[in-house]
């Protein structure tokens, strides 16, 4: 079955512990991106990816990092995480096409205490 | 930069209503435009979409038409149900740096 999978869906914990959200998608894309969900601002991006060792910060990059060594992969670090980093959480893949569909993760709840 | 402007909500509608969610944007380009839906407790999920002007995307009874000279890009529905309550975000992507820019999402709630 074509998916994007995330882990963990659903995370809480303290502020300055070191935390990884994996990202993986079986579809052969070459697109990958991160956003947060937030209410009342909707979905931002933090990064994305347009290969294998190429990433690009989105609206949001501030407090994240990425990499991208396998296709498949894309992990959101967050090295340092703080309350305000408290959101919900969504990996897309999709392939880099002018009309791409991105195909989304289940998302990620995070909460930072 | 690029942006999309859509009402928040929440739209409540009695069921078999017609339903429209604005979508304008602004972009540089010709982009590419979407409908996204997301049903409680899951992700986004493509609904239709359009990648040039005049197109009309359409899927399970929504449409909405690309609209350059008024950079809109609309949905409608004739008939809205119960099971069509959800969160749309309308999305574009432009130029060739795969960038996509969402709208902040608007909660549809359809009742009996």
């Known amino acids: 079955e074509a998916q994007v999978t995330q882990n963990p869906r659903y995370l809480i914990t303290v502020t300055g512990k070191k935390l990884t959200v994996t990202c993986s998608q079986n579809?052969?894309?070459?697109?990958m991106s991160w956003y947060r969900q937030d209410p009342g601002l909707g979905l931002r991006q933090i990064y994305y990816?347009?290969?294998?060792?190429?990433?690009d910060k989105g609206d949001v990059p501030e407090g994240y990092k990425v990499s991208r060594k396998e296709k498949r992969n894309f992990p959101l670090i967050l090295e340092s995480p703080s309350p305000n980093q408290t959101s919900l959480y969504f990996c897309?893949?999709?392939?880099?096409?002018?009309?791409?569909?991105?195909?989304f993760g289940p998302g990620t709840r995070l909460t930072v205490l | 930069g690029d942006s999309v402007t859509q009402m928040e909500g929440p739209v409540t509608l009695s069921e078999e209503a017609f339903l429209t969610i604005n979508c304008t944007y602004t972009a540089t380009g010709y982009p590419s435009l979407f409908w996204y839906v997301q049903y409680p407790g899951e992700g986004l999920q493509l609904l239709l979409k359009?990648?040039?002007?005049?197109d009309k995307g359409s899927n399970k009874g929504f449409e909405a038409t690309y609209r350059k000279e008024t950079t809109s890009f609309h949905l409608e529905k004739g008939s809205v149900q119960v099971s069509d309550s959800a969160v749309y975000f309308c999305?574009?992507?432009?130029?060739?740096?795969?960038?996509?820019?969402f709208g902040i999402g608007t909660k549809l709630q359809v009742i009996p």
């Open positions: 897309a893949s999709s392939l880099l096409t002018s009309s791409n569909e991105q195909f």
């Open positions: 999305a574009l992507v432009s130029g060739g740096y795969q960038k996509v820019t």
């Open positions: 579809m052969n894309h070459e697109y």
């Open positions: 990816s347009m290969n294998v060792e190429v990433t």
């Open positions: 359009a990648t040039k002007a005049d």
